[in-house]
């Protein structure tokens, strides 16, 4: 069992009505349902004292997940480097959908992580590419989203360790959305899909992935890891 901490902005639910019927408990509410059957599950937010995410926290924390959109300015430097330094430690963590863009993210990628979207992306095909892979585990070939915001490439993102997910829009896009990495001692899954204005983390599809994704990135013991200089 792994201590998971589910991260959330909590501004689109309290500012948008639309997002509110489909979220009224917030973003972070099915994600944390998902997850709480087999994992020890805590919820913190941006307005939070230290976005929630104090040093205690993060230290009881074996993985990580990231939902950002809105605010991504405002999540404190000495927060995000905090953050950072725990994952170079080895917690994982799941940046979802937007948190592309989010500053830890960016930091932890050495790039501009753009893309091209579009709000309105009809249907979605999520295509298993990598079905051997763990966070595969239980899914069938695909996918299906039957509403979706779009992403396509390009994607400015470094070429992921592993390919998990590669979508597909009705509009003919395709996009790189299950990517894993490693920083350090931590494990990073990217995973795009998570819309606040669709029901994206109900579907029990995304929530095998994201049950899968904490399995695959919590910390494994290994061995010891010694720097500088030695005798």
Not at 151 to 157: C, L, T
Not at 158 to 175: A, L, N, T, Y
Not at 192 to 211: A, C, K, S
């Amino acid at each position: 069992m792994a201590d998971v901490t589910i991260w959330n902005e909590f501004r689109h639910e309290r500012e948008d009505d639309a997002v509110a019927a489909v979220y009224p408990d917030g973003i972070h509410a099915p994600i944390a349902d998902a997850l709480a059957d087999d994992h020890a599950v805590r919820t913190a937010t941006l307005d939070d004292p230290e976005h929630g995410l104090t040093a205690s926290v993060l230290d009881a924390t074996d993985v990580l997940l990231w939902w950002g959109h809105e605010a991504h300015d405002e999540v404190r430097t000495e927060v995000v480097d905090r953050v950072h330094e725990r994952v170079l430690e080895g917690m994982g963590l799941i940046p979802l959908h937007s948190s592309h863009y989010s500053k830890l993210f960016k930091r932890l990628m050495g790039t501009s992580c753009r893309l091209q979207y579009r709000e309105d992306g009809g249907t979605e095909r999520l295509w298993v590419v990598d079905p051997g892979h763990p966070i595969a585990d239980g899914l069938d070939e695909s996918i299906e989203l039957p509403e979706s915001e779009m992403y396509g490439e390009p994607f400015d993102i470094p070429e992921p360790d592993r390919q998990v997910f590669i979508s597909w829009f009705e509009g003919g896009e395709v996009f790189r959305s299950g990517c894993c990495y490693r920083r350090g001692n931590g494990r990073i899954f990217y995973f795009r899909p998570g819309h606040e204005t669709y029901p994206i983390y109900e579907h029990d599809g995304v929530r095998r992935v994201l049950r899968n994704a904490v399995d695959w990135a919590a910390p494994t013991e290994g061995s010891p890891r010694t720097f500088g200089e030695r005798e």
